[in-house]
């Protein structure tokens, strides 16, 4: 079955319209300031569909955009007049950035209460990514237990508390996790999510051996390479739930994840598309957090 991101998304922003319905009677707008450094078109895309979901519930997403010429002194100075800017409630760096920016300096720079990102070591926030990993396998929980989800229904996973039930965090810890990749924006935060919910997920890396057997053993399979066909048919289980974390644009200049979705689909017995899967997710739970500050800071 397919899983539908955008669909998981809808009830997540349902929710979070009521929260800012709610901060505007306190005359406060969730305020989000994005820093964007040149015109990656991927980034672009990205930054401009956070613009378009913050308007669809209220809240303000801020473009502050630089040359690729930009040093990090000239950005660190604007994300210390952010800090102390009370309007704004999230501090967003656009991933990614060129070569001569330190990102890990601007990263422990940016105020810990308006990380919603998740990256400073003291952000309150977990990053929106594996977020938006468990809310989409918590869908497929729901799915396959009778619990149908509508926008009234579907939970929202916050930033404080990743599961909303004992039940579906007892079901999670019982499967068998493969995650493929252990990026800093990928793998690694969804693998220490899954860990602090206490699950043990298995890592397939270029170190890993014997990985096309852990994948054919798996009842959960994450991936997030980037890198096409990094899982085929013959190395999956029927029934498996794959959800592709990793993207690339193919040589026919479509956007691409992991694997191949018509030759797993009828396999898999849920699967994340890409696009349309765990995308629009990971942005709905940006906004989350992006909510949760404004009305922490409030």
Do not use: C
């Amino acid at each position: 079955m397919r899983i539908d991101g955008t669909e998981i998304a809808e009830g997540i922003y349902f929710k979070l319209k009521g929260s800012v319905g709610e901060l505007k009677k306190k005359n406060v707008v969730p305020q989000l300031a994005v820093i964007l450094v040149g015109e990656n078109p991927a980034s672009v895309a990205y930054v401009t569909l956070k613009q378009k979901k913050g308007e669809a519930i209220g809240a303000l997403v801020n473009l502050i955009k630089y040359p690729t010429t930009v040093t990090t002194e000239e950005l660190e100075l604007k994300v210390k007049k952010l800090n102390d800017d009370p309007n704004f409630h999230g501090i967003l760096i656009q991933r990614p950035l060129p070569e001569q920016i330190d990102v890990e300096r601007l990263e422990m720079l940016t105020s810990p209460q308006k990380d919603v990102d998740g990256f400073h070591l003291n952000s309150p926030y977990t990053l929106p990514l594996p977020l938006a990993v468990v809310r989409i396998i918590e869908f497929v929980y729901n799915e396959t237990n009778g619990l149908k989800e509508t926008k009234e229904t579907s939970p929202s996973v916050s930033s404080g508390s990743p599961v909303p039930s004992e039940t579906f965090q007892s079901w999670l810890k019982s499967q068998n996790i493969v995650v493929i990749g252990k990026g800093p924006t990928g793998g690694g935060p969804i693998i220490k999510l899954l860990n602090k919910l206490g699950t043990t997920p298995h890592l397939i890396d270029s170190k890993t051996e014997n990985p096309e057997q852990l994948m054919k053993n798996a009842d959960i399979i994450i991936a997030s390479v980037g890198r096409e066909n990094v899982v085929t048919s013959d190395k999956i289980k029927n029934g498996v739930i794959l959800v592709g974390v990793g993207i690339l644009r193919g040589e026919d200049r479509k956007l691409k994840g992991d694997y191949d979705v018509e030759k797993i689909k009828d396999i898999a017995g849920y699967y994340t598309p890409t696009p349309g899967g765990v995308g629009p997710v990971n942005v709905a739970m940006l906004m989350e957090n992006l909510v949760t500050a404004a009305e922490k800071q409030t």
